[in-house]
């Protein structure tokens, strides 16, 4: 029986940084959701313990060679530059179709790896997704110590924003190490607040 977790806060934080003991990784414009798989299948949970859809998304995801595996991550669909398209994921269309950007492995194969530091979740994570083969997946890289300029070029393409973590941080429900740096200029995010309406899965 796999537990049930509430994923990690993010705080805001106004400007971008750079700080050794930190990873940086790129803020896709999506749904937050955790991903249980189990032999059941897979099951996606928003932020907020709601269960989400995307059916053929679950299945894909289902279909990985684990025993079980909780990952955090971000549902997103991509256009053909490998941009996040907010609306298109509303809308569940779009060239392409949902993916699950994964930043984080909370579980597998019976192990509960929230105790660890991030650095080692995420090699964990990393082989995860190369070894799965899922086309539906996707692994977050990451950047370190150079927090401004990743922002810098995250904001001259026109992208949503960046995370900053500590490297050696366990992973704590409800917690808020996480930090997000948004692009203020970001276009997307215009008309944002009267396109969302009622409870939305943000990250």
């Not at 994923?7 to 990784?25: A, G, H, N, S, T």
């Not at 539906?136 to 990451?142: D, I, K, M, S, T």
Request: charged residues 30%; hydrophobic residues 40%; positive net charge.
């Amino acid at each position: 029986m796999l537990p049930r977790i509430r994923p990690m806060r993010l705080r805001l934080v106004k400007q971008p940084f750079d700080d050794p003991d930190y990873i940086f990784e790129l803020k896709h414009d999506g749904f937050r959701a955790v991903a249980y798989i189990d032999q059941d299948g897979c099951r996606l949970v928003s932020r907020n313990l709601k269960s989400l859809s995307f059916k053929s998304l679950r299945a894909s995801l289902g279909t990985m060679d684990v025993t079980n595996a909780i990952l955090d991550g971000e549902i997103i669909v991509l256009n053909k530059d490998g941009v996040s398209q907010f609306n298109s994921l509303l809308s569940h269309k779009g060239e392409n179709v949902a993916v699950f950007y994964a930043f984080d492995l909370l579980w597998l194969n019976g192990s509960d790896l929230r105790g660890l530091p991030l650095v080692e979740r995420k090699q964990q994570l990393r082989a995860l997704v190369i070894r799965s083969g899922c086309q539906r997946l996707l692994y977050a890289q990451h950047v370190n110590r150079a927090g401004k300029q990743f922002f810098a070029e995250i904001c001259r393409l026109d992208l949503e924003g960046i995370v900053a973590k500590r490297k050696l941080s366990i992973y704590k429900e409800d917690g808020n190490s996480w930090q997000k740096i948004k692009n203020r200029k970001y276009s997307q995010a215009e008309g944002r607040n009267e396109l969302l309406t009622g409870d939305r899965p943000k990250r």
